[in-house]
């Protein structure tokens, strides 16, 4: 059973190989249109044909753990909430590294939870490729483009059915560059190199903290392996330590409150990277890491206190910002920050399983937002929403689809998103959290504003005047051009396809909903897009963003938080890197050229005896060699 | 014989060859005065390979060896002194400081030397 895990695993590494070294070969050298075309045929046959692969061999492993009897030898302590669904689990370890001190095994296990995030990731991963494949057609970079997705999704995979804790940290990496690599897909650009610099060293940022996290926990429990971490009696001190290190790691990559800046950037990449980061692979690796250790977390309390906090300030601030950003990509960017928010706020408020719950739904909806944002772009020619409007006629599919989107976000019945977010805010107004007041009302209040951005993109997008205009030059590095039409077939199927897990997945959890809450929440929602709607009645050509007054300019540059950065951090890194170089240039050098000029002068006194006259030199000659011959009479 | 006298004849020899080398100006009273040391050393190999009573004779040996070293070295040397005459008409030690150091040279500098077709070909054949 554990061959299907490394098969699962593998498949999208070897398409990402394939597809890397053997998309133009026997060709390679010559960068024809044809030699392109058929480059990137092959690239995306490399790239959909292991992914499938993958996927049925995912569903093969999901029906299997379905049947399988729970094995108390190969699961963890205690009660996990996917036992009831997915109770068969299995683990494999391939080798052995000794290092001396505690070993690394390189170990692969397979239970529910990673079964469950896993479909998520092969699901989202092929509807990537499959609709990148319209999107990126006229691009001569697309073989590297759906290889680098392909390793990818290969990482995610490898942190999902990790078994053990440096196995998962080498996954966590490979998705650092990944996104690296694809958010700077269209380097021509340099604030697109920019933004992938950003993404990689925030997400850095937070990796050296993860990092320090595994070895405290690893060397406490004397083994890197999870099931003996999670075992292991690890003293309380110890455990918060490690604990509060890791939400470091937690909070760069699923871009919580304070590292959350890199992701509104990671907008520069291609519309489908955005929609692979933001639901399935990247950002949901973070809160995937604290569900896997979540045992652990439940010990170090301080720890999920500061989630709480942390939780509560993204979930709101990051949805006030997406009701004033005019770009459609970074609305959808700053509400994945908020809803990541909710999940965290999940974690923190004790149910891992409201969290998974809406991390699933979360991907599929979010996905498909992203993908029929890509699909409005693609159509519109431009990311603003200024430029767009009335577009349900001319895109109807898209429109179809979105609106199922918009509602999953907003928390409307029957959508996804209402079920599974009624579980994240039932799971808070439970908890015996001290920060469960602030973080309660935190998550009511963002429910309305995720109401209130919902509705404003929705509208803005799709109802009211039609603003399109065909641009007449596309600028470099967007290679979106108006052509009037709904989006091409290999566009669309994806969308259609994620639609319906989108509005469909949440009754999983019908039967838990708390219908309370949920009414509360739904009124809150509706309140929050009813605001926005009797603006928008008002006025359909101006932005109903203005009813936030004086507030607009600072929700619209996410309150001030890069600025903050760049002169916090920033500006006194960059004045002391300038120092380094003067004092490199004026000290050391200076004391090299120095060292070369005073040689020269010095040099200037000996050549003064170089008269040309050859008996003088050996008249010098004999004289030194009598001083010699004296001194060693005299001396020996 | 007492090893004292050839030691002192040799030592005598050498001095005047010294003193040739440093202070006569015509190349070939150099030459010569450098074959007066060579041959002072060689009077002195010879003393001393009989004084010891060295079996092997290494000291009539090496002296062999210097003979013919001392050959090669005044047939070389005296064919430089041959080119150096044709090019500058000179063959005065004193006069050839062309590798001195212009710099340096400045405030002692020596009359100049006639200048001939050679010197000139000479002068830009260097770099």
Redesign the interface.
């Known amino acids: 059973m554990i061959s299907v895990v490394v098969l699962i695993v593998l498949l999208p590494f070897a398409a990402a190989v394939a597809g890397l070294l053997g998309s133009r070969w026997p060709r390679g050298g010559s960068r024809t249109k044809e030699n392109d075309r058929a480059a990137a045929r092959r690239a995306a046959w490399f790239a959909i044909a292991p992914i499938t692969a993958a996927l049925l061999l995912t569903l093969w492993l999901a029906s299997w753990s379905a049947r399988a009897l729970p094995r108390g030898s190969a699961s963890y302590p205690g009660a996990e909430f996917w036992a009831g669904l997915l109770p068969g689990s299995t683990e494999g370890t391939l080798t052995m590294v000794e290092t001396g001190s505690v070993p690394i095994s390189f170990t692969l296990r397979a239970d529910g939870l990673s079964i469950l995030i896993g479909v998520l990731v092969v699901v989202v991963a092929l509807a990537v490729q499959v609709y990148s494949v319209g999107y990126m057609r006229d691009d001569p970079r697309h073989p590297s483009y759906s290889a680098f997705i392909s390793l990818f999704t290969s990482a995610m995979l490898l942190v999902v059915y990790a078994g053990d804790l440096i196995v998962l940290y080498a996954g966590w990496e490979i998705m650092g560059l990944c996104s690296y690599l694809l958010i700077g897909h269209w380097w021509e650009d340099r604030a697109n190199s920019r933004a992938a610099v950003k993404a990689f060293l925030v997400t850095r940022l937070g990796d050296v903290g993860f990092l320090f996290g595994i070895f405290t926990l690893g060397f406490a429990a004397g083994s890197f392996r999870i099931d003996d971490v999670l075992s292991a009696d690890i003293p309380r001190g110890t455990l918060i330590t490690a604990t509060m290190l890791l939400l470091a790691g937690v909070a760069g990559k699923s871009a919580q409150v304070p590292l959350q800046t890199w992701l509104p950037d990671a907008m520069a990449g291609p519309t489908p990277i955005s929609a692979l980061i933001h639901a399935a692979t990247m950002v949901a690796a973070g809160i995937f890491i604290v569900a896997r250790l979540y045992p652990a977390f439940l010990g170090a309390q301080p720890t999920l206190d500061v989630l709480a906090v942390v939780a509560a300030i993204g979930m709101l601030g990051a949805a006030l910002a997406a009701l004033a950003q005019d770009d459609l990509k970074r609305v959808l960017a700053y509400s994945t920050i908020s809803q990541l928010a909710y999940m965290a706020a999940g974690l923190a408020a004790g149910s891992d399983k409201a969290a998974i719950f809406h991390l699933l739904t979360h991907g599929a909806f979010k996905a498909l937002l992203f993908l029929g944002a890509g699909a409005v772009i693609h159509h519109v020619g431009s990311n603003l929403m200024t430029h767009m409007g009335g577009l349900r006629t001319s895109v109807p599919i898209t429109f179809a689809a979105m609106t199922v989107g918009f509602a999953a976000l907003m928390g409307l019945p029957p959508a996804s998103g209402f079920f599974s977010k009624d579980a994240v805010i039932a799971a808070i107004e439970h908890s015996h959290s001290p920060a469960q007041p602030f973080l309660y009302g935190a998550a009511l209040l963002t429910v309305g504003v995720t109401g209130a951005y919902a509705m404003r993109a929705w509208l803005r997008t799709f109802f009211g005047p039609a603003r399109v205009e065909a641009l007449p030059e596309p600028p470099p590095g967007t290679a979106h051009v108006f052509d009037g039409r709904e989006a091409p077939r290999s566009m669309l199927w994806p969308i259609g396809v994620l639609a319906v897990p989108a509005l469909l997945l949440g009754f999983a959890g019908v039967t838990e909903v708390d219908w309370g809450s949920a009414l509360v929440s739904l009124i809150v929602a509706l309140l929050g897009a009813g605001v926005v709607y009797a603006f928008w009645r008002g006025a359909p050509h101006q932005d109903p963003a203005r009813m936030l007054g004086p507030f607009r300019t600072a929700c619209e540059r996410a309150f001030y938080v890069d600025e903050a950065y760049r002169a916090v951090f920033a500006r006194p890194v960059l004045r002391l890197a300038r120092g380094v170089v003067r004092t490199d240039g004026q000290v050391v050098d200076g004391a090299v050229r120095g060292a070369g000029r005073l040689t020269m002068s010095l040099s200037g006194f000996v050549?003064?005896?170089?008269?040309?006259?050859?008996?003088l030199y050996?008249?010098g000659l004999?004289a030194g060699l009598l001083l010699i011959t004296v001194a060693a009479v005299v001396l020996g | 014989m007492h090893i004292v006298y050839p030691v002192v004849v040799s030592a005598l020899l050498f001095s005047i060859g010294v003193y040739g080398v440093l202070a006569r100006r015509n190349a070939i009273l150099v030459l010569m005065s450098v074959e007066l040391m060579l041959n002072a050393v060689n009077l002195n190999l010879v003393a001393f390979d009989v004084w010891l009573r060295d079996r092997l004779h290494g000291g009539q040996v090496l002296t062999l060896f210097v003979i013919v070293i001392a050959a090669a070295e005044i047939g070389l040397g005296l064919a430089i002194v041959l080119a150096v005459y044709r090019n500058r008409q000179s063959i005065d030690v004193d006069r050839l400081r062309d590798l001195s150091e212009t710099g340096a040279s400045g405030e002692a500098g020596p009359p100049e030397e006639p200048v001939g077709v050679g010197e000139d070909a000479d002068r830009e054949a260097r770099p």
């Open positions: 050549r003064l005896a170089q008269k040309g006259n050859a008996q050996v008249t004999l």
